[in-house]
């Protein structure tokens, strides 16, 4: 009973306590990384003593297991009160006021959950201090950088487009040689496609679920998994959502030719808008729209074309790079059946053409819509075909299955945001244990993929999503 009397007010005020205590926690889990401690002493030797003895109080007081219990605990709580704002009718205004806050709140926690920040700085930088090519040089030839040992990825060049380089190459020139400076431009620069997004999303929600703009906003921006990424981590996948929002707005207002330009310089970050060209072209085609279609896919090859120029590397070239990250097994289906010794690698190839031919042929005979199509292929690309699952690869579908339309699909996908957060106490826990039983991996994949499936089948029917009911 006192739930269901939560206001939008108080909900919001309980969120900024538990993501207040999460940027907390942050700074505390940051003292279990050897690694990370020795690099940030090496830009300031002063902190030596300082820092290894908070390191030696907390592991005296349960830095290894009691602050992963306080961890659980607040993502528990944050999924829970999430879950209940999404039953509420929430007004624009503090909708986007606390959303704002969330996020100014989380900016200044540790990126402890992944080192792809760092990683980003030290490619940068094969750029902006050596002058060299990044899609040509690896970081590795520069092991003597004061950034070196906070990244990973150092033996292999870069796997981001030019548009992502373009705009993070500013962040490393302002940058320079301080890590402090590095840690505050490389996450304001997501953190302004998140604010850029978030308009687009108010003016997709506005065309799509109008006097209902303030759920829409929180259910993408409220998202505890979407704010400790993109604001805690600082992924920089933000960057290619935006261009993708702002594509798929502009082709509903017919606007193809920008439209295609638009989602050129999103696959200029990341490759995965493809398949919304794909899916979008079908629907262009389905409705005999020829004109448009060639503007869409004139405008998207021309910009690639120009961009990869600028680049000096072939695209074949860089979708193999590409593809070769695919090597890479981590909590994922294909994980799994590399233990056995079978030719899976293929089986799998096969099957997700198979399976994306299959969901084009269902956008045309069941009439699904470019936006359904594309986040209900993207998901199940996740669930049974990546390689290597990083938590934060569900956002890549968050911001745009809402706008599908599908109340199902969107519950998949929250449900599937919940697990994949909570799966990080769960590694933490399996590598203080024998993390080496392959039960772990078997278990991982059962919480994170399996869990929401489950839920989908036999009890989603137990809650609503306010919007889909208005």
């Not at 829409?216 to 979407?226: D, E, Q």
């Not at 938590?391 to 998949?412: D, G, H, Q």
């Not at 399996?450 to 137990?462: A, E, M, N």
Request: proline letters at 3%; charged letters at 10%.
């Amino acid at each position: 009973m006192i739930m269901n009397k939560l206001t939008d007010k108080l909900l919001a005020l309980i969120f900024a306590v538990l993501y207040l205590l999460y940027a907390l926690l942050s700074w505390i889990l940051l003292l279990r990384d050897n690694r990370a401690l020795k690099a940030i002493i090496s830009f300031y030797p002063q902190l030596n003593s300082k820092l290894f003895s908070l390191q030696l109080f907390f592991l005296h007081h349960g830095l290894n297991t009691v602050i992963t219990l306080i961890f659980t605990l607040v993502a528990c709580l944050l999924i829970f009160l999430y879950i209940k704002s999404l039953t509420i009718k929430i007004s624009l205004k503090e909708s986007i006021i606390a959303a704002l806050f969330f996020q100014f709140i989380v900016f200044f926690s540790y990126p402890v959950l992944s080192t792809d920040i760092f990683s980003y700085m030290l490619s940068d930088r094969v750029v902006t201090k050596y002058h060299q090519n990044i899609w040509q040089v690896k970081p590795i030839n520069f092991p003597n950088d004061k950034f070196y040992h906070l990244a990973d990825w150092q033996n292999t060049t870069s796997v981001y487009g030019g548009v992502n380089q373009f705009f993070y190459h500013f962040a490393s020139y302002i940058s320079g040689d301080n890590l402090i400076k590095a840690l505050v431009t490389y996450k304001i620069l997501p953190w302004i496609f998140v604010l850029l997004s978030l308009y687009l999303t108010f003016l997709l929600a506005k065309r799509f679920f109008k006097g209902y703009e303030g759920n829409v906003i929180a259910l993408v921006f409220w998202n505890p998994l979407f704010i400790i990424e993109f604001l805690g981590s600082s992924h920089n996948d933000i960057l290619f959502i935006f261009f993708m929002l702002a594509s798929y707005l502009f082709a509903l207002k017919n606007k193809y030719f920008l439209s295609g330009i638009l989602l050129a310089l999103s696959f200029q970050v990341k490759i995965i808008p493809i398949f919304l060209l794909i899916t979008f072209s079908i629907y262009l085609l389905k409705d005999r729209k020829y004109k448009q279609l060639v503007y869409y896919l004139s405008a998207f090859l021309g910009i690639n074309v120009i961009i990869f120029f600028y680049m000096q590397v072939s695209p074949i070239a860089y979708f193999i790079r590409v593809l070769f990250n695919n090597s890479v097994y981590w909590q994922s289906l294909t994980y799994l059946l590399s233990y056995f010794h079978f030719p899976y690698l293929f089986l799998l190839s096969l099957m997700l053409v198979l399976f994306f031919i299959l969901s084009l042929y269902w956008e045309i005979k069941r009439g699904w819509s470019a936006l359904f199509t594309f986040s209900f292929f993207l998901l199940f690309y996740l669930l049974f075909f990546i390689s290597a699952y990083w938590n934060w690869y569900v956002l890549w579908v968050l911001p745009f299955v809402v706008f599908s339309k599908s109340e199902k699909l969107t519950k998949l996908v929250l449900m599937f945001t919940y697990t994949s957060l909570l799966a990080y106490p769960l590694l933490w826990a399996s590598l203080r244990l024998d993390y080496k039983l392959f039960i772990w991996p078997i278990f991982t994949y059962f919480f994170i993929f399996l869990l929401p499936l489950i839920y989908i089948r036999y009890f989603s029917h137990r809650s609503n999503l306010l919007i889909f009911k208005k």
